[in-house]
């Protein structure tokens, strides 16, 4: 119980300081709330589900990652931020693909969540349709986030181009699902044995 308060306390400083951080003179403020809402939803489901559906530590860390992912992000718009710039500059490219990084956690961070959701409400056990339903999940997910972009963007063209990020790539949404694709599959991949032993400590 003790190490689970230190894990907890851990995740809401680092969470919190992300945030307040990212809070402080973004480039653009509704460009901010767009991008930092998903991170503090997901701080409320956590919260009300914390005693009656408690996760795995390696949920949480995925989650807090994605967070922090979203307010670096919000904070630059994803087209300015610093690391992705030098990437740019590195590989003579001719956009900031810091975007891909938040569609590809945008599969995998999601992955793990549907994974852990499905078999520990027994909806599916471990073989092949668990991994065939948990990436339809997240090929649902990013779809529908793209929807929620082209709509915001229609409800403000000011915040359109760079909450979207598209950088005049005529591909982006397509791509975007790509990278959501290859995240889902790469955790399924490399972490289903690591969450199965996770789970079974919860006795799943």
């Given at each position: 119980m003790a190490?689970m308060?230190?894990?907890t306390?851990?995740?809401?400083?680092?969470?919190?300081?992300?945030?307040?951080w990212?809070?402080?003179e973004?480039?653009?403020?509704?460009?901010?709330?767009?991008?930092?809402?998903p991170?503090?939803l997901?701080l409320?489901?956590?919260?009300?589900?914390?005693?009656?559906?408690?996760?795995?530590?390696?949920?949480?860390?995925?989650?807090l990652?994605?967070?922090?992912?979203?307010?670096?992000?919000?904070?630059?718009?994803y087209a300015?931020?610093?690391?992705g710039?030098?990437?740019?500059h590195?590989?003579?490219?001719?956009?900031?693909?810091?975007d891909?990084?938040?569609?590809?956690?945008q599969?995998?961070?999601?992955?793990?969540?549907?994974?852990?959701?499905?078999?520990r409400?027994?909806v599916?056990?471990?073989?092949?349709?668990?991994?065939?339903?948990v990436?339809c999940?997240?090929?649902?997910?990013?779809?529908f986030?793209e929807?929620?972009?082209?709509?915001?963007a229609?409800l403000?063209?000011?915040?359109?181009?760079?909450?979207?990020g598209?950088?005049g790539?005529?591909?982006?949404?397509?791509s975007?699902?790509?990278?959501?694709?290859?995240?889902a599959?790469?955790?399924?991949?490399?972490?289903?044995?690591?969450?199965?032993?996770?789970?079974l400590?919860?006795?799943?």
């Amino acid at each position: 119980m003790a190490s689970m308060n230190v894990r907890t306390a851990g995740w809401l400083t680092v969470f919190c300081v992300v945030l307040v951080w990212s809070a402080v003179e973004p480039y653009d403020r509704l460009t901010w709330w767009l991008e930092v809402l998903p991170a503090l939803l997901a701080l409320g489901v956590l919260a009300a589900t914390r005693h009656r559906f408690p996760l795995t530590p390696m949920l949480y860390l995925l989650v807090l990652i994605h967070a922090v992912i979203l307010m670096v992000g919000g904070h630059y718009t994803y087209a300015l931020v610093p690391p992705g710039e030098w990437v740019q500059h590195l590989t003579g490219g001719d956009r900031n693909d810091y975007d891909k990084l938040g569609h590809l956690a945008q599969g995998f961070i999601p992955a793990i969540a549907a994974r852990e959701i499905l078999l520990r409400n027994q909806v599916l056990g471990r073989g092949g349709w668990l991994w065939f339903i948990v990436i339809c999940i997240c090929l649902a997910v990013s779809a529908f986030y793209e929807l929620i972009e082209w709509w915001a963007a229609m409800l403000s063209q000011e915040a359109a181009e760079s909450f979207l990020g598209t950088q005049g790539y005529v591909w982006d949404t397509q791509s975007d699902m790509f990278w959501a694709l290859i995240g889902a599959v790469s955790a399924l991949l490399l972490l289903s044995r690591w969450h199965d032993r996770q789970l079974l400590h919860l006795g799943h």
